[in-house]
Every structure is written in C-alpha cells, then in structure tokens.
C-alpha cells in the first residue's frame, strides 16, 4: 500500500483532543481523501495549577477532513468539527515537500506547513462544559519524517501557535512512530503543548479564554483499506498531564473515501 493512501489523517484539529492535521505523507496531484468520523470524550479531572479537581464532561464529537494534492509536493488540508452538536474550530493547512531524500534503505522528507484555525460559531465559553476557547491561531510548522523501506517510519514535527488576544500562544511538538502492512496502518504518538504565559484557573478566575493551556498527549490509530478507494478507521488519545485542561479520554472511529479528481 503507498504510504500516500495512509490515512491517520483522521485527527480533527479539535481543542486537544487529537494530534494536530499535518503530517509527513503526502498525496499525488489530483488525489482527495475526505474523512468523517464520530468520537466520544469523557473527563474526569481537570488539572490546574493549584492541584487537580474533580472535573465531569462528556462530548460528542462529528467532524468531516480533507486533504488534497495541488501538486506533488503542495497539500492543503481542511477539517470542520461539531462537537455536542456546535460547530466548532476549522482549520486550513498547507504543507510543502521542500527536501526528499531518498537512500537505498528509506525516503527522508522535511516539509514547512502553515495553518490557520479559526472559530465556526460563537460558541460560549464561560463554562465547565465549553467546547473550546474560541480562538484564532496562526499556526506555522516544520514536519521531518523518515520512512524506512520495510514500511515503518518515524516523525517529528514542531510549531508555534500565534494566537489573537486574549487566547495565550503555545509551543507544540509532537513524536510518531508508525508501521504499514498490506491494507493495514498502524501507529502511536505523543503530543506536547506548552502555554506561554497566560492566567489560571482558580487563581486569576479570568476569563476562560485568558487561560494558559498546557497538555501532554498519547494516542495511536489503526485504519485498514476497504477496497482500492474507501478505508475505516479506530483512533484513541489520552491526556496525561497538564494546566487548565481536563484529564481526558477520547475513542473515535470513521470511514475514509479516497479520490482522483485529476491525472
């Protein structure tokens, strides 16, 4: 299976729910895949600065991806979220294959992406059970993967999320470790965020969007190919620690449909 068709595309750029949309793989021209999944996402702490608390929500989750081939080397990628039936944050990414460097025992690709993420609704967020801090962010990135020829890869990529007042900005990075065999993927991951500045929780009682937020993330995906154009797909992430965030739990599964648009 070409590693273009890998899908684990399927995280919706969701307020920490999932890994980010970018990645090191890249479509062909002319080639489209649409996501759309259903999630479910449970808390049951929320950690502060002061000590964590006793924290319930739970979040029904719809969203719809796409990422398309401008060319070889240029992908831009769209997800749309619904989350307890809101819209929620979109996203607009584009990435550039900028080095490919390819050996006898794997392919090295390190691609530049920019992004912006932008609120759909004027969802409140001056609650327990707020779906976001509706926020836009500017979201510069570098993507550095490697894929070795037997079909496993690594990657790594880290960021900047410049973002409008009041929301703070952040440091992101994130690791991925992935294996592809026949019709089948499979990988696991870890993602960081680090809130610069911002007010906390219990302390400043400040507006929600004026709350630094820091998280560390586990998660991982499994998608099999249905077909030569159609696959399906089970994701999960977990919070482990953070700031101003709650200890969450998150199972999602999907159907992904696979186009060509051009040749």
Known sequence: MKAAIVLFLISLSLFSFSQGNVDGFFKSKGELDLAFSGSISNSTKYFRTLGPIKYKRFQAIVGAFGTYGITDNLNVIVSLPLVNFKL?????????KLINVTSKKGLVNIAPALGVSFPMSNYPTQSGQAIGQRATIIQPKLVVQ???????????????????????????????????????????????????????YGIDAPDFRELGVSFSKIGGVIYKNVGKKS???????????GRNIGQTITISGGYVLKLKTAK
């Open 88 to 96: 929620q944050d979109a996203s607009v990414f584009a990435k550039y």
């Open 231 to 241: 696959g399906v797909f089970l994701n999960g992430s977990y919070i482990l620690s």
């Open 146 to 200: 490697y894929k070795h020829v037997k079909n496993w890869f690594i990657q790594t990529q880290g960021g900047y999320n410049y973002t409008i007042d009041p929301v703070p900005p952040a440091i992101v990075a994130s690791a991925k470790a992935g294996y592809i065999y026949k019709d089948w993927y499979f990988d696991a991951w870890f993602d960081y965020q680090y809130g610069i500045g911002g007010k906390d």
